[in-house]
């Protein structure tokens, strides 16, 4: 093995070399090892941090699971308790659905019974007659422009009375069993007097009207509306006679409304019996062939005028105003062309007089529908 001389010369320089490397490794090495803890530290830390964020994602789910939890707990609990709620709320809408029904069904047999006692009545004061005038089978007659055929009738028969009576809810209910026989009707917006005959025509389904008779009217004394009877009316037929009257008390013109309470606090009184619908007697007197024969021509007239055009209770509804119409040679002498008005009366008592033809009676006609009318009021 070869050897290497040193020379003795170069051994400071030697050992100075070496301490210098050595201290050179060393600081790598320090360095070294400081970066490997720092990278770590680096390392650890945005580890830490991930698992800092899971943990409080985890800690949020959990309480965010929870909150569910009892939210859906609550709700299952309320849903327990309106579930049992709501069966005894239709517990009780049943009970009081039955006790409704069973109300109305009451109502109904009660406003039956008071038309049979009425129709008793009737059948002691006014015994059934038979007019040889009246057809087998009498015809509803279809009228598209039912204002024209009226004024063409009152033209044509000049010396008689006629009274278009509309359906509900332009008037109140109308009981007549037949053509030709006795009823009633209750508070009609015009009320003839006890001894003047009309002729009566009124309307059964919209733009229908079927002539019943000859007719006379008079007070019916302990027939008025039975409470029983107001109920089954339909509110739309109530709120229009509330309208009336509220209208008459207060003096109205036919052209005003009477404000929406005052109609209110009128159909309270009706509701609370304070109040009740007088009623009124028609005794048929008779039957005019005539008139009824100008019925079907009008009602041919007009179907042959209105051919290719819809049902007349569809297009065109009734909304004639409630008026007797009668001839220049009844009530005022004026011509024949014109039809007249009489005017409204309070307790039965009809106002359309010869007397009417001065400055006084044209007054008294243009107030139709405004003379002042209180209900009478039967003890309790």
Known sequence: MPQISIDAIYGPELVEFWAQKYKEVKKEVEELKKSVADARADKLSSENAEVLSLVRSI??????????????????????ELTARLAKVE????????????A????????????????NVLATLFPAVAYADVPAEPTSFVFADS????EQLATELPNERLYFLPRPPACLPLRVPACGQAGYWFYPHHIPSED??????????????SYLG??????????????????????????????????????????QSPSFPDQLAIKRRYELGEWRVPCFTLQCVGFSKLLYQRLHRAACTELENQSGVGSPGTTHPSTLQIEMYCGPGVSTGAGSGKRQRTSGTTHGRDRS????????????????????????????
């Not at 517990?91 to 069973?102: D, F, G, H, I, P």
């Not at 109305?104 to 129709?119: I, K, P, T, Y």
């Not at 003047?196 to 009207?209: A, C, D, Y």
């Not at 006379?216 to 229009?240: H, I």
Request: one cysteine or more.
């Open 214 to 255: 000859l007719y006379m009217s008079a007070p019916f004394p302990g027939a008025e509306m039975k409470l029983s009877e107001w109920m089954n009316m339909d509110e739309q037929t109530k709120m229009a006679h509330c309208a009336r009257i509220a209208s008459i008390s207060a003096g109205l013109a036919a052209d």
């Open 353 to 380: 007089t010869p007397a009417e033809d001065s400055e006084q009676g044209e007054r008294k006609k243009k107030k139709l529908h405004t003379i002042p009318y209180v209900p009478k009021v039967e003890p309790r």
């Open 91 to 102: 517990a009780e809408r049943t009970t009081l659905s039955q006790q409704v029904n069973l």
């Open 104 to 119: 109305f069904a009451q109502a109904a047999a009660l406003a039956s019974e008071a038309d049979q006692h009425r129709r």
């Open 59 to 80: 800690r949020d789910g959990a309480d965010e699971a929870a909150s569910s939890l009892r939210k859906l707990q609550d709700a299952e609990k309320e849903n327990i």
């Open 196 to 209: 003047v005959k009309f002729h009566l025509v009124v309307e059964g389904r919209p733009g229908e009207w």
């Open 147 to 150: 204002q024209r055929v009226i």
